[in-house]
Structure formats: structure tokens, C-alpha cells
């Protein structure tokens, strides 16, 4: 009992370092290249998991024969998808993306979660799933933003919705080597990787920022992207949801636009709508449903949680 609750504990903590992030990079990204910044945000963190990693198990290698799908993992998860949200940002309106990123994404998961992985969909995982869905389009359309169909948002709204359809293929896809790897040494070579085939696309980046004119509050908001929204956050996000299962934990990305609408609040003096606490109202009941339904007793079941991550 205490040990899931603290599952839940974590992936909520880090939806809400993950939200709180869209504020600290909009502080950085008046500074910084989208691409270079985040490469910094994953490239800087893989000596920290290297030396993680190598505390914790005493080694840091991998099977040849799992480079290959690593790789791939690292070039669709860390580095496509990475700059596909940064991009749906910049071709569509804030709500839009927000929406698309993040609504879809657990219905994605849960429709494609029995391709990598025995996991059933209970009555309360829809109750609860729907009633947060609602709450989370509270706050983002309660927002000074709504949604918007035009014509030139369509781009942006492709790439959002591309974001939802490509992240939980991504998860799954780590998940399934989850069973024979740790959570932390499939996420190590995961963002190295990643980290690789995005190198390439920072050159002739760099000298767009005026690095002498970097302020104390320019290095805070990398170290925050380095070592508590990339170490941290992965290595907790993905034990936790190695335990939890991939399709009750994607619904606790829930959180992050509710964190973001706060950050927005403390960083920019955006004000929160009456709509948007309702949401995030509805975001935690739907929550908490899904929470504190009971494990499934069946042995099938048991070693489906166990082998999940």
C-alpha cells in the first residue's frame, strides 16, 4: 500500500517539475536557441547518469544487440520528439499545443499498450481518465488562449498531435526493455544516444548566443533542466511507471498543465481563471480514482504490473 502510493507520490511530483518547466525555459528561451538548449538539457546530464549508474550496478555497458533499438529509441523519444514540441509551440497557438501534447497522450498509450504489453483497461481507468481529460481542457482553454482550428495553426496542431501519438510509442517501447534492464540503465543510453543524433542539428547554432551576457538566473534554469527535469525526473518517472504500468501512469501527465498554469502565475504575474481551478479540481478527483483502485488479484495480472515500466 505504502509503496504505491509512493509511485503515484513520484509521477506526480515530476508532472510537476515537468510543468513548472515550461516557465523556466520561457525565461531561458530568450537567451538561448530552442535546439541548443535543449541539447545542453540532455547532453550535460549523461555524465550524471553514467555515474549514477555506475554507483548503483557497478556497470554501465549494454548487449550489442540492443544498440540498435536503443538508438532508434533515442532518436524518435529524445531527439524527433524533443524538437517537435519546441517546433508545434512556435506553429501554433500555446493552448493548441498544450491540448494536443498532453490530452491524447494516455488515450494513445492505453490504445497502443497491448501491442508491447499485457495491460487491461478497467471501468474506473475511463471514469477516472475522462473526468481528468475534461479538467485538464479547463485549464488550458480557462487561459487567455483558446483553442484554435485555423488554417495557420494547422502545422503547429499536426505536430502537437504527432507529439501524443509518437511519446507513449516511445514509453511502451522502453518499457518492453524494462523487463531484462533497469529503469536507469535503459534511460542512460536512451538520452545518450538521443543526445547524439542532436548534436548535429545545434552547428552553427551556438554563436547565436551572446554567452557573456549570461546571467545567474540563465545557469539555474540549465542546472534545473539537467539535473531535475532530465536525472531526476526520468529516473523517477520511469521506476515509478515501471511499477504503476504505462497506461494508469501516462494519465498523471495530467498535472503538468496544471503546474504550468502556477508557474506561469509566480513567473510572469498570469493571472488563474475560476475555469482553470475547476479543472484542476476535476484533474485531481479523476486522479485520485485511478489511484486508489485496488490491484487486480490474478496472477496474469500481478506479473503484468511487475514486468511493466
Known sequence: MNSRWMNYGGLILIAVVWGANFGISRLAMESFDPIVFSFMRFGLAIPFFFLILKLRE??????????????????????????????????????NASLLNVAPWPIFAALFAPLF???????????????????????ILGGGESFSLSS???????????????????????????????????STWTIAFGSLF???????????????ALQAGHYLSIGYNVLICTV????????????????????????VPAAAVVAGYVMF??????LQ???AGCMAAGLIW????????????????????
Open 290 to 309: 485511478i489511484s486508489i483502485e485496488s490491484k487486480p488479484r490474478s496472477k496474469s495480472s500481478v506479473k503484468t504490473v511487475e514486468s511493466n515500466g
Open 269 to 274: 504575474d498570469e493571472k488563474i481563471a475560476l
Open 152 to 186: 495557420d495553426n494547422m502545422i503547429g496542431n499536426l505536430m502537437a498531435l504527432g507529439v501524443s501519438i509518437v511519446g507513449p510509442l516511445f514509453n511502451l517501447s522502453s518499457m518492453s526493455l524494462m523487463k531484462q534492464y533497469s529503469a536507469l540503465r535503459v
Open 232 to 255: 531526476v525526473a526520468f529516473v523517477v518517472w520511469n521506476a515509478c511507471m515501471f511499477k504503476v504500468g504505462a497506461t494508469r501512469s501516462n494519465f498523471f501527465r495530467y498535472a
Open 117 to 139: 504489453m499485457r495491460e487491461t483497461i478497467t471501468k474506473r481507468l475511463i471514469v477516472g481518465g475522462a473526468i481528468s481529460i475534461v479538467g485538464v481542457c479547463f485549464v
Open 58 to 95: 557497478g556497470s554501465v555497458g549494454i548487449p550489442w544487440r540492443i544498440v540498435p533499438k536503443l538508438a532508434v529509441i533515442g532518436l524518435v523519444g529524445i531527439t524527433l520528439l524533443e524538437i517537435t514540441v519546441m517546433y508545434s509551440i512556435k506553429y501554433t497557438t500555446l493552448a
Open 198 to 212: 542532436m548534436l548535429p542539428l545545434t552547428f552553427g547554432a551556438w554563436g547565436q548566443t551572446n554567452w557573456s
Open 277 to 279: 481551478m475547476c479543472g
